[in-house]
T-cell receptor
Framework: NAGVTQTPKFQVLKTGQSMTLQCAQD?????MSWYRQDPGMGLRLIHY???????DQGEVPNGYNVSRSTTEDFPLRLLSAAPSQTSVYFC?????????FGSGTRLTVV | QKEVEQDPGPLSVPEGAIVSLNCTYS??????FMWYRQYSRKGPELLMY????GNKEDGRFTAQVDKSSKYISLFIRDSQPSDSATYLC?????????FGTGTSLTVIP
């Protein structure tokens, strides 16, 4: 039982490049979300999904796209990376108040 | 005004001390309150979960919620070096969770 698996763990991008952060869960949780964590800012919600085929914006959605074709997967796409997107990204699932976080992806945009 | 306010610290205490971590919030609709612990370069992990006002105890940890004051606390008794981490409070009314910025705690042996 892996819980929430994020890949890659580390990534360096050049400004303007695109990439997809992967998130997979094996807990059969309907709710999945993406957060970014920055010093002094805490965890900020980017996008979330309450089930396959349903996504919605969080607090800081600009520059990011998501899709939810299956219950298990919730990828986060950066369309044109910017230095302001340098951050640690966490994927999380939630059920009855219990958030389970992945181990994070450290992204640097140069 | 942020939904959730948390003093970032850092907080440094000697081993065995009682630690008090606090958060305030502005939305009176919050009903579920959580504390997460995050070790360096790891994702946050759920520590305590409370629904209503009052205290909830789990081993050395006690979570306290005061809805009238919009104030929650986490107490750590007999603190250990392994408690050194960042502690984040979180709360929700439904689908969206709001996290504090986290308090960095170091317990010195």
């Amino acid at each position: 039982n892996a819980g929430v698996t994020q890949t890659p763990k580390f990534q360096v991008l050049k400004t303007g490049q695109s990439m997809t952060l992967q998130c997979a869960q094996d807990m059969n949780h309907e709710y999945m979300s993406w957060y970014r964590q920055d010093p002094g800012m805490g965890l900020r919600l980017i996008h979330y999904s309450v089930g396959a085929g349903i996504t919605d914006q969080g607090e800081v959605p600009n520059g990011y796209n998501v899709s939810r074709s299956t219950t298990e997967d919730f990828p986060l796409r950066l369309l044109s990376a910017a230095p302001s997107q340098t951050s640690v990204y966490f994927c999380a699932t939630e059920k009855t108040g219990d958030y389970t976080f992945g181990s994070g992806t450290r992204l640097t945009v140069v | 005004q942020k939904e959730v306010e948390q003093d970032p610290g850092p907080l440094s205490v000697p081993e065995g001390a009682i630690v008090s971590l606090n958060c305030t919030y502005s939305n009176s609709a919050f009903q579920y309150f959580m504390w997460y612990r995050q070790y360096s370069r790891k994702g946050p992990e759920l520590l305590m979960y409370t629904y209503s006002s009052g205290n909830k105890e789990d081993g050395r940890f006690t979570a306290q919620v005061d809805k009238s004051s919009k104030y929650i606390s986490l107490f750590i008794r007999d603190s250990q070096p392994s408690d050194s981490a960042t502690y984040l409070c979180a709360m929700t009314t439904g689908n969206q969770f709001y996290f504090g910025t986290g308090t960095s705690l170091t317990v010195i042996p």
